[in-house]
T-cell receptor, first 116, second 114 residues
């Protein structure tokens, strides 16, 4: 089984609908992230969480919200989806980056969202 | 603000030839530099990193990268390209601060031609 699991892998929805993307991990990492990938733009950080009680906005948080239900679970919600939120979304985890563990990211397989 | 530049959208190389994927960065303080690879319909996978020490770092699948502080570059290299190396490659830089913000480049598509 994958260390970082995202569901759903693909979703087509309509403008105005509420969408939730879920992420679970078995790596035991405290830090979890949601990124958005658009062609030619690289990855942009939406939200990040360093533990269950610590949630922070990233570069492009407008229109998104998150919930850290447990150490292993981090969900991304689009309260009212719009077409320009059509993108590939990635969940990632990392360790704190101390000693030999220098904070590289471990990614899920991605959730492709299409908003019509 | 930190930034990463990958000047080439695509790099084409013949199988068996050496390959280079370029990356330059800007960050305050000492850079933590990473390369990730993304195969079609997959998430990003960590390839290698530079934190400190030897300027030439070796990673997965025979890839290596050279850190050049004066040129603020961290180019990815491989002596002999394989068709299976064809993928999207991302350079990333992380700062040393409490948040340890990671900034990604826009990616370079590597096409290895048989």
């Amino acid at each position: 089984d994958a260390d970082v699991t995202q569901t759903p892998r693909n979703r087509i929805t309509k403008t105005g609908k509420r969408i939730m993307l879920e992420c679970s991990q078995t790596k035991g990492h405290d830090r979890m992230y949601w990124y958005r990938q658009d062609p030619g733009l690289g990855l942009q950080l939406i939200y990040y969480s360093f533990d269950v009680k610590d949630i922070n906005k990233g570069e492009i948080s407008d229109g998104y919200s998150v919930s850290r239900q447990a150490q292993a679970k981090f969900s991304l919600s689009l309260e009212s989806a719009i077409p320009n939120q059509t993108a590939l979304y990635f969940c990632a985890t990392s360790d704190p980056g101390q000693g030999p563990n220098t904070g590289e990211l471990f990614f899920g397989e991605g959730s492709r969202l299409t908003v019509l | 603000a930190q930034s990463v530049a990958q000047p080439e959208d695509q790099v084409n190389v013949a199988e068996g030839n050496p390959l280079t994927v370029k990356c330059t960065y800007s960050v305050s303080g000492n850079p933590y530099l990473f390369w990730y690879v993304q195969y079609p319909n997959r998430g990003l996978q960590f390839l290698l990193k530079y934190i400190t020490g030897d300027n030439l770092v070796k990673g997965s699948y025979g890839f290596e990268a050279e850190f050049n502080k004066s040129q603020t570059s961290f180019h990815l290299k491989k002596p002999s390209a394989l068709v299976s190396d064809s993928a999207l490659y991302f350079c990333a830089v992380r700062d040393e601060g409490g948040y340890q913000k990671v900034t990604f480049g826009t990616g370079t598509k590597l096409q290895v031609i048989p």
